[in-house]
């Protein structure tokens, strides 16, 4: 029987992924990826889910791949692993709906890029936060070469591939590699209460918006502009574009539907 790697916890409109091998800081595995594959193909189109928090349980978020699996790990079966953790992650990343990363402890490797899938990262102090491949005799196979740029910059990427770097939540946040830091106490609270924000977004809108921005980003200007302006004509199609306009000159709260 398989094991349980992963736990959900529901609270609709708020779906909760939860990576559950504290004993190994939660390390990626094939089986953990199959799982989160599966429960994200799961979730895509469940308009009642609205906002995914991931988050890891004990006292780490993913202190990266299970190393031990390298060990007897030969060239082709590098390449296959690569592209299923590419492919598990770009998942997340293609989910139509916000998945916000809880930090606690340990991001590292793999861990780090599972995180930079995520739309939002939001980490406590005493997360710790780097890509320490190098000091293995490898680097980056989960997207991470490309996130990391994307995200700091390609000087600051370059740095902390290089060097095996690992950051305090509050180097992080200076780079922009998170984008909150609050204590242990605070996280979930505040997680949550970003989560409910979000929920509240018109969700049509925030897919639209997150394909623009990750697409757009990678393309000429002139290019990313008219897909921007296509989305922009695509969004006023929604009804619930009609409801947040109207809202607004009446001076109301709009109550998004995803129509």
């Not at 708020?14 to 994200?40: G, H, T, V, W, Y």
């Not at 491949?133 to 980056?140: D, H, K, M, Y």
């Not at 204590?183 to 918006?209: C, G, Q, R």
Request: with cysteine; aromatic share 6%.
């Amino acid at each position: 029987m398989n094991e349980n790697l992963i736990n959900i916890e529901e609270d609709i409109p708020i779906f909760n992924i939860i990576l559950n091998r504290p004993e190994k800081r939660n390390a990626l595995s094939m089986q953990l990826l199959d799982q989160l594959s599966e429960i994200l193909t799961d979730i895509r189109d469940d308009r009642s889910i609205r906002v995914v928090v991931l988050k890891g349980k004990g006292n780490a978020f993913c202190a990266g791949a299970d190393v031990s699996i390298f060990k007897e790990m030969k060239s082709y079966d590098a390449f296959n692993f690569s592209k299923r953790i590419q492919g598990v992650f770009n998942e997340i990343e293609e989910l139509p709906k916000p998945v916000i990363a809880v930090i606690d402890g340990f991001a590292l490797g793999g861990g780090l890029e599972l995180a930079m899938a995520c739309d939002l990262r939001i980490a406590s102090r005493n997360a710790k936060l780097g890509s320490p491949e190098i000091n293995l005799g490898i680097f980056p196979g989960g997207g991470g070469t490309q996130r990391l740029v994307k995200i700091v910059g390609l000087g600051r990427a370059k740095e902390l591939l290089m060097l095996g770097k690992v950051l305090s939540a509050e180097e992080a946040a200076e780079i922009g590699l998170v984008n909150k830091v609050v204590t242990s106490e605070e996280l979930d609270s505040t997680v949550n209460k970003i989560a409910k924000k979000l929920s509240k977004k018109p969700p049509i809108a925030l897919a639209l918006l997150k394909q623009i921005v990750k697409y757009g980003g990678s393309l000429p200007t002139i290019v990313g502009e008219e897909l921007e302006a296509l989305g922009f004509d695509a969004i006023f199609a929604t009804d619930d574009a009609k409801r947040g306009i109207q809202a607004f000159l009446n001076k109301e709260k709009p109550e998004f539907k995803g129509e």
